[in-house]
């Protein structure tokens, strides 16, 4: 292959160097990584029974068929314009590529001609992301979770809490990665508030929480359970001390700053 290190900013010279390697030959592969020694050891690797599967995220290719599919017309029949933000319409679209719209993205047609099946992929709809959230063994409720068990705390989210973060996410079209910078910024003061609050036996967020409505509540009395709160609260009762929204104790952040003035 090239061994040139310089750099190639198109990506043509990249798809030119995988043409040899999609259609099947014995190409050499460097032992080490890094583009700095060009002449290094190489190993010997027949590409003949291996199987090539390309993806990404081709962001701006469902403009090019839209360009194609939809063409600028009046009267009646003319077809209208769509949102290209909707994720259904994105996924319809991305449906209808063919191997044209991806060399008007900047591929070269040998190489797309080397792979015969284009397949698209729908994106994550709320239900879908909160099936993340909870139903993974590692899945971010189930990290918290065991968070907040290391304080002898339970943690419970509500589902129209989980949906809240979940359409968060959606609107945000930060897809999964976006989930946890979302439960993070909804739960950061309670991770550091609750280990200095013994008597604190659970967590309770809900879609207020989520929204920024309130502060996750904290139940007190060991007799308040989730269930109690919940019928309270449909009741439009009060369920006074025994569960509060998280707070920082102001009186304790003074201490720590004098303590750190002395020390200093």
């Known amino acids: 292959g090239n061994v040139s290190i310089s750099r190639d900013v198109s990506g043509e010279g990249v798809q030119h160097a995988l043409l040899k390697i999609v259609e099947g030959n014995v190409i050499n592969v460097p032992k080490e990584p890094g583009r700095k020694n060009p002449r290094g050891d190489f190993l010997q690797i027949d590409t003949t029974n291996i199987l090539f599967i390309c993806g990404g995220a081709f962001a701006g290719l469902e403009r090019i068929i839209n360009r194609r599919m939809d063409a600028a017309s009046i009267g009646f029949g003319a077809q209208m314009k769509k949102e290209l933000e909707d994720q259904e319409v ?45 139903v993974p063994k590692n899945s971010l409720v189930k990290q918290y979770k065991y968070l907040f068990a290391m304080n002898n705390v339970d943690f419970h989210v509500t589902q129209c809490g989980l949906e809240e973060i979940a359409k968060t996410a959606f609107s945000r079209a930060t897809g999964a990665r976006g989930l946890r910078s979302i439960t993070e910024n909804v739960l950061m003061e309670t991770m550091f508030v609750v280990p200095s609050i013994p008597d604190v036996h659970t967590i309770y967020v809900d879609a207020a929480a989520v929204r920024g409505d309130r502060k996750p509540i904290m139940l007190k009395d060991p007799d308040m359970t989730v269930d109690k709160y919940e019928t309270l609260m449909k009741q439009g009762k009060s369920a006074g001390d025994a569960a509060i929204p998280v707070y920082i104790d102001t009186e304790q952040l003074d201490i720590i700053d004098t303590d750190d003035e002395e020390v200093a």
């Open 90 to 134: 994105l996924g319809k679209y991305f449906d209808n590529a063919i191997p044209k719209d991806l060399v008007e993205y900047g591929m070269i047609p040998e190489f797309v001609g080397r792979f015969p099946v284009i397949v698209s992929t729908k994106g994550l709809d709320v239900a879908n992301l909160i099936d993340i959230l909870t």
